[in-house]
């Protein structure tokens, strides 16, 4: 399954020309199949009136993704996307702990990507070739999802480590990964985005030897204290640090 967005030279980059299978496999969720029927309804002529009707919408979509305000509002975000991350560092709540005089926190996925989601989905509102699809809500929410579902796997991808850590901004760094801590149950049809990122500030002070020990050390206490956490704890972090960004 191709891959929207890619992690290339420290960068997330979107191209603009998007592979169909994602789109195929939403076809066959509730939401996807009632778009189609509702499109194949308009049709005059009934023969294969569902696949002539989801074959329609892939192509306007996929045109609509090269658009070049598409391209370039996407890309935007992309290139805004590690700075969610650095920004959520500095929420309330969020588990963490002091190495030296470095600070090392857990940012859940779903914090990062759901601010994503949102501020991509308000922005290509207000482009005309996208906000111009049929499909609607549906078919909008998906390509947004769809979008940073690809950009949280690409930055997965690049497979943060202390050694080879993923640049954040000016001030933090990603460390590590952990892509299966379930934070929250998402509602029906909603990306589960488990798991989050260990991210560490980067100072004046040297990220030496006896540091990345310490960091090693101080990652696998929090994630001790994470398995403890119950279902409403959980939930209450996540609403503080909603709170407090």
């Known amino acids: ?7 290339r030279r420290g960068r997330v980059v979107y191209g603009g020309r998007i592979a169909r299978a994602p789109f195929a ?6 939401e996807g199949a009632a778009v189609v029927d509702e499109a194949a309804s308009r049709l005059r002529i009934r023969f294969l009136a569902r696949a002539r009707a989801a074959g329609r919408l892939w192509r306007r979509l996929a045109a609509a993704a090269r658009d070049r305000q598409v391209v370039a509002t996407i890309q935007s975000e992309m290139d805004a996307y590690p700075g969610r991350i650095q920004e959520l560092a500095y929420a309330e ?20 990507n759901g601010a ?23 078919l909008h929410d998906f390509f947004v999802a769809q979008v940073i579902s690809d950009a949280d796997a690409a930055i997965a991808g690049a497979a943060p480590t202390l050694k080879r850590p993923v640049t954040l901004g000016s001030e933090w760094i990603s460390v590590g990964l952990d892509g299966a801590f379930v934070w929250r149950l998402p509602l029906l049809n909603e990306p589960p985005w488990d798991g989050h990122h260990y991210v560490l500030e980067v100072t ?13 050390a101080a990652v696998g206490r929090i994630d001790a204290s994470l398995q403890k956490l119950s279902r409403v704890d959980r939930n ?6 909603l709170r407090g960004v």
């Open 236 to 241: 209450e972090i996540l609403r503080r640090a």
């Open 204 to 216: 004046r002070d040297p990220i030496t030897r006896a540091v990345r020990k310490g960091v090693a």
């Open 93 to 112: 709540g969020l588990p963490r702990a002091g190495v030296d005089l470095h600070r090392l926190v857990v940012v859940p996925r779903a914090l990062v």
């Open 116 to 138: 994503a989601f949102g501020a991509l989905a308000r922005r290509l509102r207000t482009v005309p070739a996208f906000a111009s699809l049929d499909g609607g809500d549906p």
């Open 1 to 7: 399954m191709g891959a929207w967005v890619r992690y």
């Open 25 to 30: 496999v939403w076809l066959t969720t509730a």
